[in-house]
Structure formats: structure tokens, C-alpha cells
């Protein structure tokens, strides 16, 4: 992260460098990118931008006179790649993961000071005098991460890697590594070839968002009451019934219906299913 930008309409824009080195954070990597990489990153995020699904941007991507060396396919085949480096923007870069890694590690009192932050900067609509605030921002997160599957969905998008680490807690599309659009309806599609046990194939998304949700869940547990604690759960319960309500929605819309008939779900599995034996 290299700053915070706000531009002439006011909005307020993280900037981040992917691919310029080593971090405290890199863990075993080298912190770079290679070209081809960046320039799928920048030109999807661009895309999913302009059809209207919540994402970073790309700002800027410059090519690096250094060399990288990796395995594409995973297949022991090292070969040497151009490097390159992309300037991101997001309204916010903090993850799921960011509240799970805290919790975990048992440092409650900076989980609370890094929640506050994230509900004053980017949900206005919670008061920050209310004690029911954690719930409140936890409804939300179900309801838009729910809302930002179904749009994926809708455009037959496959993130490739969907993680705690990789879900944006404002509920947009951040982190494009191994992603991939379908050609053709499969379920069964699976963009990243190191997934061997095709857990994040397209046909999971869904349910792999339930589980990063529970995951917030329990990072948020110490910071509610038994009561709170009772009603978070019963929103959780609620995230497939937000998903389901908001594909339909955007399946309808792609195939014209209007109003509302018993069978328009029946119509919609109907033409997945025809797609898939084409």
C-alpha cells in the first residue's frame, strides 16, 4: 500500500503496487509479477468495472527490466518471464482475512480499533455510537458478498482462488491471479491448474462464500454478546436465500421475464442444463 488518493469527485482511492518486491508480509515469495499476469489483472479489473460488477481498478502497469522465474503450470517446468508492475485502486484493501488473522492471534483490542476504522471510512449507514454496530456491518457483508457472487456468476466468472485472504470485506472482486471466464456453462469450470481438488471450481463459489462468511463470523465472536452472537448466526443462515433471490434477479433480467411465475426458476436451471449439453 503507497497512499491514499482523493479525486476531484471526492472519492477516496487505496493505492497498492502489485509485483514491486519483498514486504514484512511476502512470506516465502519474491513479491514480484510477471507481464502476463499484470496485463490480464488490468484489463479484467477494467472489464469487470464496466460491466458493472464491484472491483479494484487498475490505474497503471509498468513493464520491469527484471527477470522472474516461475513454474506456470506447475509442472516443474521453470521458465524465466519479463517482470512487471501494476498500480491497483480499491476503496479499501482489507479482507476477511485481515479480522481472521487477528482473532487467531488474540489481539482483541486492535480488531476492535481496525473494525471501527472500517465501518467510520466505509459504511456510513452504521452509527458508530451503536452497540449493535459488529452485527450491523456482518449483515451487510453477507448480503453484498452474496450480492457480488450472483453478479460473477451472471458473467460466468471464476475467481480461481476465493479464500478469506481473497474476499474484499467492502464485497468487491480484488486479487485476479488464476481467474478465468467460461466459454460454455460447466459447472465443473476450474481457471486455476493447481487446483487439483477443484475446490474453487465456478460450481462452488457460492458455497465457498458461505464458508469465508462463517469465517468472519467466528474472527467477529469475542466482539458480540450471546445475544448478538444468536442473530449473527441467523443472518448467516440468511446468505443463501440473499444469493439465490439475486441470481434469479439477474437471470431474469438477461432473459427478459417480468413479474413473477413459479416457473421462471425452473426455466432458468432448464436452459443451464441445455447449455451444458451443447
Given at each position: 500500500l503507497v497512499g491514499v488518493y482523493t479525486n476531484r469527485h471526492g472519492e477516496r482511492w487505496e493505492l497498492q503496487l502489485k509485483g514491486s518486491g519483498k514486504t514484512p508480509y511476502s512470506r516465502n515469495g519474491d513479491g514480484r509479477a510477471v507481464l502476463r499476469s499484470s496485463v490480464r489483472e488490468f484489463l479484467c479489473s477494467e472489464a469487470m468495472h464496466y460491466l458493472g460488477i464491484p472491483t479494484s481498478r487498475a490505474a497503471s502497469l509498468v513493464v520491469?527490466?527484471?527477470?522472474?522465474?516461475?513454474?506456470?503450470?506447475?509442472?516443474?517446468?521453470?521458465?524465466?518471464?519479463?517482470?512487471?508492475?501494476?498500480?491497483?485502486?480499491?476503496?479499501?484493501?482489507?479482507?476477511?482475512?485481515?479480522?481472521?488473522?487477528?482473532?487467531?492471534?488474540?489481539?482483541?483490542?486492535?480488531?476492535?480499533?481496525?473494525?471501527d476504522f472500517i465501518i467510520q471510512e466505509h459504511f456510513p449507514s452504521i452509527a458508530m455510537n451503536d452497540s449493535n454496530r459488529y452485527l450491523e456491518f456482518f449483515s451487510t457483508v453477507v448480503s453484498e458478498t452474496a450480492n457480488l457472487i450472483a453478479l460473477w456468476m451472471s458473467v460466468g466468472f471464476a475467481h480461481g482462488v476465493c479464500n478469506t485472504d481473497n474476499f474484499s470485506l467492502l464485497s468487491i472482486t480484488i486479487d485476479y491471479g488464476p481467474f478465468g471466464f467460461m466459454d460454455s456453462y460447466d459447472p465443473n469450470f476450474v481457471p486455476n491448474t493447481s487446483d487439483d481438488e477443484r475446490r474453487y471450481k465456478i460450481g462452488n463459489q457460492a458455497s465457498?462464500?458461505?464458508?469465508?462468511?462463517?469465517?468472519?463470523?467466528?474472527?467477529?465472536?469475542?466482539?458480540?454478546d450471546p445475544k448478538q452472537k444468536q442473530l449473527a448466526s441467523q443472518i448467516l443462515e440468511g446468505y443463501g436465500e440473499h444469493y439465490h433471490s439475486r441470481f434469479t434477479e439477474l437471470f431474469k433480467t438477461k432473459l427478459g421475464l417480468l413479474g413473477e411465475n413459479e416457473n421462471d426458476n425452473f426455466l432458468i436451471a432448464f436452459l443451464l442444463k441445455v447449455s451444458l449439453l451443447c
Open positions: 520491469s527490466d527484471d527477470d522472474v522465474w516461475r513454474d506456470q503450470f506447475y509442472n516443474g517446468n521453470i521458465k524465466k518471464e519479463r517482470g512487471a508492475i501494476v498500480l491497483r485502486l480499491a476503496k479499501s484493501w482489507f479482507r476477511i482475512g485481515s479480522l481472521e488473522i487477528l482473532t487467531h492471534s488474540g489481539e482483541l483490542d486492535l480488531i476492535r480499533r481496525l473494525l465457498v462464500g458461505l464458508f469465508n462468511l462463517s469465517k468472519l463470523l467466528q474472527a467477529l465472536k469475542p466482539l458480540l
